[in-house]
C-alpha cells in the first residue's frame, strides 16, 4: 500500500489549489456532472474482476485513519490485492482533524480534477455538500449488482441517502456516551447517574476528590460541540433540538440560552480541564487515562482506543448521559464510503467497497469492524466486551439525535463553533451567544 507519497500527492495538490482557488474550500465547487451521466453507474455492473485486461490500476483510497489505523488495515488490504492481483490500494490518510479539514481536502482534489477513487465519510450535512454539487455517484446501480440491500442497518442506510437516492455505502454505525474508570468509581464509592441532577452532583464529588469531571480537546471545535449538544438535548427536549437542526425554530430562544448557561456553569466550577479550546482532541484522553478528569464524552470506538493506549478495558465503561428527556436519546451517526463522479476507477472503487464490507472480510478481520454497520456481524464479546454491549444499543435504538456537525452544513458550523468557543471564552453571555447564534443562521438563509 503506497501511503506516504500519496498523502504527499494528495496535499500538496490541495495546497496548490487552495492558492489560486480558495474559495473552494469554503463552498462547495461548481457541479460536476450528475452521477447518472456517469458511463460507470449507466453501464450497470462491474466486471466481476476489474481491470481484466491485466493493467496494473492504482485506486486511490481517501481516509482519515491514523498510523495504527493504517496499520491495521494493510492485512485487508493485502487480502484484496491478492484476489485482485490487477488492483493496488494507495492509501490517502488525513488524520487527527475529523470534519474540520478532510472534508475540505476532498472538496479541492474533487475541484482540481484530481479527486479519490473512493473516499470515507460522516453522514449528513458533512456529506451533503457533496451531493448538492454533484461530486459523488448515486450507486444504485451497484447496490443491485452487489446485493447491498438488506446487508445494512436499516437507520444507518436512511442517514445516507437522500431524495430517493442512496450515495453511500455505510460502514460503521456509532453512538456516543460519558466513558468513565470503573475502578476510581469503585474506590469513592460512586454510582452511574440517571438523573441530569445526579450527573451534576457526581461533577461535584469530583472536583472534592481533586479531579476534573471531564477532559476536553476544543481544537477543531467538534470535540465541545459534543457536551453542548448534551446540554441542549436536555433543556431543548427532542423535539425541539430536532427542529433546531432543522432551522424550524429559532436559536435565539430560553432553552438554548439555558444550555449556553449551564455550559459556563460547569466551566466556572471547574468540572472541566482548563485550557482545552487550544488541547487536540486526541490529547484529551492523557488526563482521563490519568485519572485526573473522570468522564470524557466519546463513541463505541473508544475500546479501541483504549487497547491501542495499553490501557486495562476491565478497568473502564460507559453510560448514557441522562437528559431526564424521553425517550433518552444519544448522539449517533453513520459512516460511510463514496465513491467520486469524477472517479478514474468506480467499478474496481465498487468492488474494493463490497470487499471491505462483505461479512465474510469482516469476520475475517474482526478487530477492524466492531462497529460495522453490516447485519450479521459481530465483534468477539470476549474480545470486545464494550463494544459489544455498544452494539446492541445502537442497532436497537428507537431514536437517536446527529451531532450537530451532521445536522449543520459548514458555513453554518463555523457559526456555531464561533459562537461555542465564545460562550466557553466568555466573550459573550448565554443571551449574546443566542442571539448570535440565530443572526448566524439568518445570514445564511439570505444567501441560499
Known amino acids: 500500500m503506497r501511503n506516504h507519497s500519496n498523502i504527499v500527492k494528495f496535499l500538496t495538490v490541495a495546497l496548490l489549489f487552495a492558492m489560486v482557488a480558495s474559495a473552494c474550500v469554503a463552498t462547495p465547487p461548481a457541479a460536476a456532472p450528475a452521477a447518472g451521466e456517469q458511463p460507470a453507474a449507466d453501464s450497470g455492473a462491474a ?7 491485466g493493467e496494473k490500476v492504482v485506486l486511490r483510497w481517501a481516509n482519515i485513519f491514523d498510523a495504527t489505523g493504517v496499520e491495521k488495515w494493510q492485512p485487508i488490504v493485502d487480502a484484496f490485492e491478492a484476489k485482485y492481483p490487477n488492483i493496488e490500494i494507495s492509501s490517502e490518510s488525513t488524520a487527527g482533524s475529523g ?3 478532510y472534508p ?4 479541492t482534489s474533487m475541484a482540481s480534477g484530481s479527486p479519490p477513487d473512493v ?27 452487489f446485493e447491498w440491500n438488506g446487508k445494512f442497518a436499516p437507520w444507518v442506510v436512511d442517514r445516507i441517502s437522500y431524495d430517493g437516492k442512496t450515495y453511500g455505502v455505510p460502514f460503521n454505525a456509532l453512538g456516543m456516551g460519558f466513558w468513565y474508570r470503573t475502578d476510581i468509581f469503585a474506590e469513592n464509592g460512586w454510582t452511574v447517574p440517571t438523573t441530569f441532577a445526579e450527573q451534576e452532583e457526581l461533577c461535584g464529588k469530583m472536583k472534592d476528590a481533586g479531579m476534573y469531571c471531564v477532559s476536553l480537546g476544543g481544537k477543531f471545535g467538534w470535540h465541545t460541540m459534543r457536551v453542548l449538544d448534551y446540554f441542549i438535548e436536555h433543556t431543548c427536549g427532542p423535539e425541539l433540538h430536532d427542529k433546531l437542526n432543522r432551522l424550524e425554530e429559532s436559536w435565539d430562544q430560553q432553552c438554548v ?18 485550557d482545552f479550546l487550544t488541547v487536540s482532541p486526541d490529547d484529551s484522553r492523557f488526563p482521563f487515562f490519568a485519572g485526573d478528569a473522570g468522564l470524557v464524552l466519546e463513541g463505541v470506538w473508544y475500546e479501541g482506543v483504549l ?13 448514557l448521559p441522562p437528559t431526564d428527556q424521553e425517550p433518552l436519546r444519544f448522539s449517533a451517526f453513520p459512516e460511510q464510503w463514496m465513491i467520486p463522479a469524477s472517479a478514474a476507477h468506480p467499478d474496481e472503487a465498487a468492488e474494493f467497497i463490497n470487499f471491505i464490507t462483505s461479512a465474510e472480510t469482516q469476520k475475517q478481520f474482526p478487530d477492524n469492524f466492531a462497529n460495522s454497520a453490516t447485519v450479521g456481524v459481530n465483534p468477539d464479546c470476549n474480545e470486545w466486551p464494550l463494544s459489544c454491549r455498544w452494539r446492541d444499543i445502537i442497532l436497537t ?15 453554518l458550523m463555523d457559526g456555531f463553533f464561533e459562537v461555542q468557543d465564545s460562550i466557553v471564552a466568555k466573550r459573550f453571555t448565554p443571551e449574546e451567544g443566542a442571539a448570535l447564534m440565530q443572526q448566524r443562521v439568518e445570514e445564511w438563509q439570505a444567501q441560499q
Request: charged share 20%.
Open 119 to 145: 473516499f470515507f465519510m460522516w453522514g449528513g450535512s458533512i456529506a451533503q455538500p457533496f451531493i448538492d454539487a454533484g461530486q459523488v455517484m448515486d450507486l444504485g446501480p451497484y447496490y443491485e449488482k
Open 99 to 101: 470534519a474540520a479539514v
Open 397 to 411: 435504538a428507537t431514536d437517536t439525535h446527529p451531532p450537530t456537525d451532521q445536522a449543520f452544513v459548514k458555513e
Open 104 to 107: 475540505d481536502l476532498l472538496k
Open 257 to 274: 440560552i439555558d444550555a449556553y448557561t449551564i455550559f459556563q456553569t460547569w466551566i466556572d466550577n471547574g468540572w472541566v480541564v482548563p
Open 47 to 53: 466486471a466481476e474482476q476489474p481491470a481484466a485486461s
Open 307 to 319: 487497547k491501542n493506549n495499553e490501557q486495562d478495558v476491565a478497568n473502564f465503561d460507559f453510560y
